[in-house]
């Protein structure tokens, strides 16, 4: 399995942006789908996950926040939306799969997309 993610850029403050992440090849069942960040220097930070057995966690801060996840009706592709970007919003955005639970440690993800980079600027 491949996962591509895809949609980041340049934002301006209070703006909006969808991000997608796009898996290709089979898998012998349904996957959770974790969204992490990462700005340079820091770890990879949980920001949400998405499985069948679990539904959708939103981990940390970003619970009941300005990120919402929704998915196509394959189920291979996730669409991370950002509203109300800030400037500490910028950094670059990962998708990853994992087994059938979803939690917000991303060691435990695999494989990992190449990640999109959101930079949110005036």
């Known amino acids: 399995v491949q996962l591509q993610a895809s949609g980041g850029g340049l934002v301006q403050p209070g703006g909006s942006l969808r991000l997608s992440c796009a898996a290709s090849?089979?898998?012998?069942?349904?996957?959770?789908i974790g969204w992490f960040r990462q700005t340079p220097g820091d770890e990879r930070e949980g920001i949400a996950c998405?499985?069948?057995?679990?539904?959708?966690?939103y981990y940390g801060n970003f619970r009941r926040s300005r990120f919402t996840i929704s998915q196509n009706s394959s189920k291979n592709t996730t669409y991370p939306r950002i509203d109300g970007l800030r400037y500490e919003d910028t950094a670059t955005y990962y998708c990853?799969?994992?087994?059938?639970?979803?939690?917000?440690?991303?060691?435990?993800?695999?494989?990992w997309g190449q990640g999109t980079l959101v930079t949110v600027s005036s």
């Open positions: 998405m499985s069948r057995e679990d539904g959708v966690i």
């Open positions: 990853a799969y994992k087994g059938l639970y979803c939690n917000g440690y991303a060691i435990t993800y695999e494989p």
């Open positions: 090849g089979a898998t012998a069942y349904d996957p959770a």
